[in-house]
């Protein structure tokens, strides 16, 4: 079974600033995928960025970005130039990869607010 | 963009009451899941469906659980007798293949008397 770990339950970070989003998880998988949700306070999940395990570049998605150690089994998530719209839970998540309808594993999640 | 549409937004029910929460996923999406969340908690994988069948459930998902597909776009999760722990919010999401991202709907919150 896979475990996903977020150990910040909230941070803040300023308006304009970069903040960085932790996370961890166990699997005994090599291939896999991971990804970061986003849930604002209107509660839709919303997919930020997605990484693939067999790829050792980090993914990007404009202001986002991810750095993925598979070794240390750790990816976290980076938002420069905060806007205030980020303001939301976060969510880390891993699933499985293969012909299969794996499912998505998901960390507690982390606050994050962005202060003006 | 195509999105998953859940409907209602919103559900009260009594204590012991049946209620079917309902989902359209996105057209060409082949793999159909329901997530839970309990109010301040993470999110709860319940069930995945594929080729007209369950494939995975957790040990959430008991007998009081059920999940159909009765044509072709609907995705229903239907909860034979509430709880008051069943109060929760409600995902479903759906996905076009293997190794893609599951796209969520909005959710519905169902509150439990």
């Known amino acids: 079974a896979q475990t996903v770990t977020q150990s910040q339950p909230e941070m803040s970070v300023q308006e304009a600033e970069t903040v960085t989003l932790s996370c961890t998880y166990d699997t005994s998988e090599n291939n896999y995928y991971l990804f970061w949700y986003k849930q604002p306070p209107s509660r839709q999940m919303i997919l930020v960025i997605r990484q693939e395990a067999y790829k050792q570049q980090n993914a990007t998605e404009n202001r986002f970005s991810v750095n993925f150690q598979k070794a240390a089994k750790s990816f976290s998530l980076k938002i420069s130039d905060s806007q205030l719209g980020d303001t939301a839970m976060y969510f880390c998540a891993f699933m499985k990869q293969g012909a299969g309808s794996y499912q998505l594993t998901f960390g507690k999640g982390t606050k994050l607010s962005v202060i003006p | 963009e195509p999105e998953v549409t859940q409907t209602p937004s919103h559900q009260v029910t009594q204590m012991g009451q049946e209620v079917i929460l309902r989902c359209v996923p996105i057209s060409n999406h082949l793999y159909f899941y329901w997530y839970r969340q309990i109010l301040g908690q993470k999110v709860e994988f319940l069930v995945s469906f594929y080729n007209n069948e369950i494939s995975e459930k957790s040990e959430i998902f008991d007998d009081q659980f059920s999940v159909e597909r009765p044509d072709g776009s609907n995705f229903t999760l239907k909860i034979r007798s509430t709880k008051l722990e069943d109060s929760a919010m409600y995902f479903c999401?759906?996905?076009?293949?293997?190794?893609?991202?599951?796209?969520f709907g909005n959710g519905t919150r169902l509150t439990v008397t």
């Open positions: 999401a759906s996905k076009a293949g293997t190794g893609t991202p599951l796209h």
